[in-house]
């Protein structure tokens, strides 16, 4: 499947590729993008793994990551997407496909990530992906801002591991 490549007046999202494996382990070794999302920095081996599982979502299921650049520049601003990771831990999360956004600290609170979102979740919309979740760890008070602020509304409150999330829907 070809990922398309969106555009904002701001932001490039396209597909992953081989070469970007060395800034997207600077995104995510960044102690300051996974505080909230798994607690640690990524590991090479699992930024790697992240990228093939983001293939595999756009070849198996027609929907997955992006890669955000800044228009601009071409640098690397983050990544946001839409995954279904099918999550052991939440049965409560249903069937839906699960939003996520990560951006480097320089890129945060400048609006990409709604603008890089509100992307992603018109494009999902036009495929047929009009219901999708979330989980944010409660302590992220910018991003449970930014999910309302695109939609979501809270459902339920879990706990992964050590991980505390806000489950929140939309559609």
């Known amino acids: 499947m070809d990922v398309p490549r969106l555009e904002t007046d701001r932001l490039v999202l396209r597909a992953h590729c081989p070469a970007d494996f060395h800034e997207c382990l600077r995104l995510w070794s960044n102690e300051n993008v996974t505080k909230y999302i798994t607690g640690r920095p990524s590991t090479s081996e699992e930024v790697w793994g992240r990228i093939l599982r983001y293939s595999g979502h756009w070849e198996l299921l027609g929907y997955g990551y992006f890669l955000v650049e800044d228009k601009f520049n071409q640098a690397l601003v983050g990544e946001v997407g839409i995954a279904h990771y099918h999550r052991d831990a939440l049965t409560s999360f249903g069937e839906p496909p699960e939003a996520g956004w990560a951006l480097l600290p320089r890129y945060q609170g400048l609006g990409l990530a709604r603008e890089a979102l509100t992307t992603v979740l018109?494009?999902?919309?036009?495929?047929?992906?009009?219901?999708?979740?979330?989980?944010?760890d409660p302590r992220n008070l910018a991003s449970i801002k930014l999910a309302k602020r695109l939609g979501y509304e809270k459902y339920d409150e879990v706990t992964v591991g050590d991980l505390q999330s806000v489950l929140l829907q939309r559609g």
Not at 122 to 136: D, F, N, P, Q, V
């Open 122 to 136: 018109s494009w999902a919309e036009k495929k047929g992906l009009r219901k999708t979740t979330c989980r944010i």
